[in-house]
């Protein structure tokens, strides 16, 4: 497994060793002994989570004030434009985002720590998307950054109109939004 900082260092794209032979291929999603050695980060996921959406869904920007969690995500359907949020007020990246194409071609994951809102847009026919979590979902607690709040600049790869849940559509613009100290 390949572990890459991003320009939110705390947020990790990750490349598994993937064998692929004319039957298909085999590779490790997840190995806590060598997650551990290759992030020295020591998670406990709690719940696992899997997505499937459409051409044209955005999901996001999701996280919990309270209870925050931390998510190993993967796309293993299809092709996801995936966007991760500094919202840690005491971060010098407060507000700056990074991005990356998550594939079941290219098998690419990425470690999103607490204190982060993390979302998707699905830029093939459909997509499934998996994510492990380290804390349970508290529907009391989830917040959402408004996806395309002009503060955060973010450039999704749009053709027109993204389909959105309520929830994202009444997200709060970074300003206003419930964030991390």
């Not at 044209?56 to 996801?80: D, F, M, N, S, W």
């Not at 007020?89 to 990356?100: E, K, L």
């Not at 009391?140 to 395309?148: I, M």
């Not at 973010?154 to 009444?170: H, R, T």
Request: net charge negative.
């Amino acid at each position: 497994m390949q572990i890459t900082p991003t320009s939110l260092p705390e947020v990790l794209l990750i490349e598994p060793r993937v064998f692929g032979d004319s039957r298909g291929f085999f590779f490790e999603s997840f190995n806590r002994n060598a997650f551990r050695e290759k992030t020295g980060l020591d998670v406990d996921f709690v719940q696992d989570n899997h997505s499937k959406s459409a051409r044209g869904v955005l999901r996001g920007l999701h996280y919990q004030i309270q209870h925050p969690q931390g998510k190993l995500v993967r796309c293993t359907a299809g092709e996801v434009f995936d966007v991760v949020v500094d919202i840690r007020r005491s971060s010098p990246r407060f507000g700056q985002h990074m991005t990356a194409t998550l594939s079941a071609e290219n098998k690419r994951m990425l470690w999103v720590p607490p204190g982060f809102a993390h979302g998707f847009l699905v830029t093939s026919d459909s997509a499934e998307f998996l994510y492990k979590v380290t804390d349970y979902w508290y529907p009391e607690h989830e917040r959402s950054l408004l996806w395309n709040d002009p503060a955060l600049a973010i450039d999704w790869p749009l053709a027109g109109e993204p389909v959105l849940s309520k929830k994202d559509l009444d997200g709060a613009p970074l300003a206003n939004a419930d964030c991390f100290a």
